[in-house]
């Protein structure tokens, strides 16, 4: 009684705090569930970015990783914009930096870079074009042809766009998600058969993507019940379908969110242990301070946001 008094307390004085401050809460599909309940807004990377663009708060929470936030200031530079942990990171876009994407453009003078929003505001400056899980084959189908392209960091996504765009003049990082790297083809068919029936949601990211597209093409999985979307995608989807059981192949916070908005629908989660340390690192009394102390502010300094930006407004200006 006494845990859930406290944790009352302090959705009241978040609250206070959010109105006194002209402040917007901003939360990933990853977040803890208190955190996403808090929250002005919940969605994918490419929702929060949009929303951060267009608020009329003065100031933004960021309850998400560290390159988001960093995004955020990007596109808000007169707003004020807080990441409660400094320390929440994320592991791909911890694998490449700006000095190894500038030698990777000086192997392929010409190359088009685009990287995906898991990145830092520097390498974004050193890009042509950033994406998200949710539009990263509809920004390569929008680059001529004939154009090499350059896509980092993650990986497996840049498998799936390459496959999906037919592109071979398409190069790919060798970076990955250490939480959706774990999810392999072996997983997907050992719940399939645990859960015959259900709807398949897939994350790009995913050790399986590309190889859940081969077994589609060979019948092992179904293939009008398996579906590779973003994060925003899987919310849309799970909300269209008329299917009541998923086995969803992501981080497991957006379980919450998926129960929360269909209490009529299951949701397996492909892997219990696919959780990343760093999106759950936020909590209410990290929020609390965050608001009150006004800490911690994420800048970027103004040469490298204005580069960074143009790789970013190109995204959001295609969709």
């Known amino acids: 009684m006494e845990d859930k008094d406290e944790t009352a307390d302090l959705v009241d004085k978040i609250g206070r705090l959010r109105k006194a401050k002209n402040a917007t809460i901003l939360a990933h599909n990853y977040q803890l569930p208190a955190i996403q309940d808090i929250a002005d807004f919940v969605g994918d990377s490419l929702e929060l970015s949009r929303i951060a663009a267009t608020t009329i708060a003065d100031t933004i929470v960021f309850c998400g990783v560290h390159f988001m936030a960093e995004t955020a200031a990007i596109l808000a530079p007169d707003k004020k914009v807080l990441i409660p942990d ?36 520097e390498v974004k400056a050193e890009s ?48 990955e998600c250490h939480v959706h790297a774990a999810l392999r083809p072996q997983d997907v068919k050992a719940t399939l058969a645990q859960h015959p029936g259900a709807d398949l949601m897939i994350h790009p990211e995913c050790g399986c993507s590309t190889s859940a597209l081969h077994m589609i093409s060979t019948g092992d999985i179904p293939t009008e019940g398996t579906h590779i979307l973003s994060t925003g995608g899987m919310i849309r989807h799970a909300r269209a379908s008329t299917a009541d059981k998923f086995v969803v192949a992501t981080e497991t916070g957006i379980l919450h969110r998926l129960k929360k908005d269909n209490p009529n629908k299951r949701f397996i989660p492909m892997r219990e242990d696919a959780v990343c340390g760093f999106m759950k690192m936020i909590t209410l009394e990290k929020v609390c301070r965050s608001l009150e102390n006004e800490v911690y502010e994420v800048v970027v300094p103004e040469e490298i946001a204005v580069k960074a930006n143009l790789a970013i407004e190109r995204m959001i200006s295609i969709g």
């Not at 930096?97 to 685009?114: E, F, I, S, T, Y």
């Not at 042509?128 to 390569?140: H, R």
């Not at 154009?147 to 497996?156: R, T």
């Open 128 to 175: 042509d074009y950033c994406c998200t899980s949710s539009n990263a084959v509809k920004i390569v189908n929008a680059i001529p042809a004939d154009k090499e392209v350059l896509f980092l960091p993650d990986m497996f996504l840049g498998a799936y766009v390459k496959k999906m765009t037919g592109r071979r003049n398409l190069h790919v990082w060798w970076g």
């Open 86 to 121: 400094l320390q929440a990171g994320c592991s791909l876009s911890d694998t490449i930096d700006a000095n190894q994407l500038r030698q990777w453009k000086l192997d392929h003078p010409g190359a088009v870079v685009v990287s995906y929003v898991n990145t830092t505001a």
